[in-house]
């Protein structure tokens, strides 16, 4: 029998009707309560480490939820997270980066319903990610509607349908539909010792362009922050006429901030080879984000500013591959995405 440890931390999920609207306000033991009988496949411990909205989600709390699964690994065959849906991404690629050689399954899951309503996805999102937690597998994973995603991949695409989220850029993992898992990608299994790496630098922006958006902008970002993702137009565009950017963006760079170049599209990631107006922007040393999402970008980049200042070495960590955030080229070719 697993023996699985559940980490509640508020959300949808766990929410309440309170004078103000929804709020969270249920127990990790509450939860557990309404669901069937155990499972003979686990048994189940819990505990929870806040009770927030997502939208509160904070850099510092993931460090904390890093810390728990670390603190407990030896005590545990898997572990469940519960968890907002609104910032749920952005909560499994961190965990992807700060904990490093994980053999064992760290799920995350929610719902768009609270559990204790009538009709609710919580129930069967919960049963879900036991159910997978209990296999042996490595890696943090997000289980919601059914669907099994790599941590560093997930999206909130719906904000009240069943289905919230898509794999973006990669294919599921597996599905679950009545107790039964399907695996439509292998995961390798990892080799060395868990390790925890909580480095984390939270002063990142994230400036996404539109059609006149000023240069002046980079002026107050130059002083507040040690990092910018640019979601750029296209395959990385970035203006060059008229409100040119490209003179303020290395000043960015030229002041010692990284700057990440990505894309607006969701699937297929940014090219800044194929038109004039990315390899204009690529000729400073900016960071390729590839096929990367947002959700990952700005934790990966956090992360990777927490280790070092050097812009050589975070253009190093952000465009390597951890977790699978980024798709190899070998792999574009095999899936036929070129």
Known sequence: MKKLLLLATGGTIASVKGENGLTPGMTAEELISYLPKQDEKYMIESKILMNI????????????????????????????????????????AALSYMLQNLSKPVVLTGSQVPIGFKKTDAKKNIADALLFACEEIGGVYVVFDGRVIIGTRAVKMRTKSYDAFESINHPYIAYIERSKITYYFEIPPVKGKLKLDTSLCPDVFLLKLYPGTKPEIFDYIKHLYKGVIIESFGNGGVPF?????L????????????????????????????YEVGRKVAQNMVIFSGDMNTEAIVPKLMWALGKTNNLMEVKKIMETPIARDITPEAEKRKWGVE
């Open 53 to 92: 909205d997502s939208t509160n989600m904070q850099p510092e709390y993931w460090v904390k939820m890093a810390q728990a699964i670390y603190n407990n690994y030896d005590a545990y065959d898997g572990f469940v997270i519960t968890h907002g849906t609104d910032t749920m991404a952005y909560t499994a």
């Open 241 to 245: 006429q008229e409100r040119n950017l």
């Open 247 to 274: 003179p303020k963006i290395k000043e960015l760079i030229d002041s010692g901030i990284a700057v990440v170049i990505t894309t607006q599209c969701l699937e297929e990631g940014e090219d800044l080879t194929l």
